[in-house]
């Protein structure tokens, strides 16, 4: 068969120079990532009359990135429970009888976001995050992400009654995979063209101005123009030699919880189009993981691996010894920091220990079959089968553990912190402190599992990337976990997708603007 002039001119076009150059690659808009930003930027540029193309590394199958595999827990400003049924649709009164929805305020959202990143986080990306939470919400769920009451996250105290606290209250629903599932359909319905298995490399510059994206597909190199660039390519969590590099040294041995395509092409790209590198480039989101996880997370897997109800009971390292205040405060703001001090511990792991009156609490993933779990009647058979733990150390932590919690506090899960501790020892446990005495008694094995990294490079305030002499770069706009100065040392559990949604609705926003101004 004789090739169209078209393909003879590609065919000339890659032999003369190596590059395959399709003309018809051209949309006003290139957006790098097909996660929650990459969408949201893509879906919020079309509205605004611009034609868009998505490119996406991962092949169909793998598309969606972290926000895939995230919970889809949600953290957004709201005024009661009024608030929550305009997303979640009539919370009914049998409902209403036995839960306490809450509220939060812009105040308390500016507050945690400040505290947790030890008011490190940049006040103008903070405030534009909080004040466009609402409003966003409501703009994602008229593009079809259905959301629902997060249950799973709150407090429930023994007779069944539920206390909304923390800051996240709505997830959506079937969690990361109903939440992309939703972006892609609105995406397609939009006509928004995605290009899988296109990883982008290298950005184009014409005339001092970045106009499309150079990308890999297979051994081809392809031109993707346009008249402005969004980059929503995630963090570089799934890269072990930059995990190592820039979180330090051991992270390469942390396990990935999300996709694997997340390598910090964008970060890598933006840079060397002088983009200034901004945030905690040393920081990042890990959490307690289940030992028995696969070096990278699987779709099939999802979030069965997490092992965040740490503070039901307490953390020991393979010498025995406690190591961390488990009842600190509450989990929201304390389980994205727990991973890097679980890979500080010696073999990068350490064992959760919980008695009978609390395992009823433990969460759902906790009954995974490929848990690493242990379970015995008698605590000293329970360390008998704890693989390579100083076993005579660890009675003696718990014994002692035991000896110091206060017991004239009542303990109390079902609120904010119950103040349970105990009193005396090095590393204390601030609430609920319960005895680890009445059987069964179960321990889980858990490890370092790396979420997301806080590096990122600087933007303005309409996501414009900001190069190292304090200017906007023409046509290159960012969102998502490549944004850097949002989040220090920790992060308030569900700002992650939350910024994602924000950032990429208005890098969208901004780059229609200036396409089509310019
Ligand atoms: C297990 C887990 C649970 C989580 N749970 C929550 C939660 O409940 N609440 C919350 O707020 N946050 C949560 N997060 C964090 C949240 O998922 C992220 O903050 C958010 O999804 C980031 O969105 P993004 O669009 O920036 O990145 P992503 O969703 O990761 O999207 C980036 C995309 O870019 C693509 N890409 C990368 N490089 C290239 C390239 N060179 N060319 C083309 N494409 C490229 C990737 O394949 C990916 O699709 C969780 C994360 C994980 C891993």
Redesign the pocket.
Known sequence: MGLSFKQLICQLARACTGLLIMQDLQADIVV???????LAAALSARERGASVMV????PSEE?????R???????AVYDGVGDLEQLVGEIGNEARAHTDFGAYSREQYFDDMARVTQYRADPALTELLVESSKDTMAWLKARGVKFMPLYAWQFRSPDGFIRFAGGSAV?TYDG?EGLSAALFTAAERAGIAIHYR????SLIERAGRVVGVR?RRGRDIVEYVGRSVVL???GFEANPAWRARYLGPGFELAKV???R???G??LRMAIEAGAMPHGNWSGC?SASWDLNAPDV?ELTYG?VFKRDDYFYGVMVNVRGERFVDEGADVRAVTYAKLGRVILAQPGQIAWQVFDGKVAHLLHEEYRNRRSARVRADTLAALVDKMEGIDKPALLRTIAEFNAAVRRDIPFDPSGKKDGRCTVGLTIPKSNWAETIDTPPFEAYGVTCGV??TFGGIRVAGNCAVIDVDGAPIPGLFA????IGGLFYFNYP????????AVF?RIAGAAAAERSTLS
Do not use: Q
């Open positions: 790098v990532g097909a996660g929650l930003a990459g490119l996406e590394c991962a598309r969606g990135g972290n926000t595999f995230s919970n889809g827990a949600m953290r997830e990361g296109a990883r982008a490399v990308a929503a390519a995630g919880r999300g996709s395509f997340n390598t092409d964008g989101h997370n979030t979420t997301f969102a998502g976990e490549m559990g569900g700002a992650g997708l939350m910024a994602a990429g």
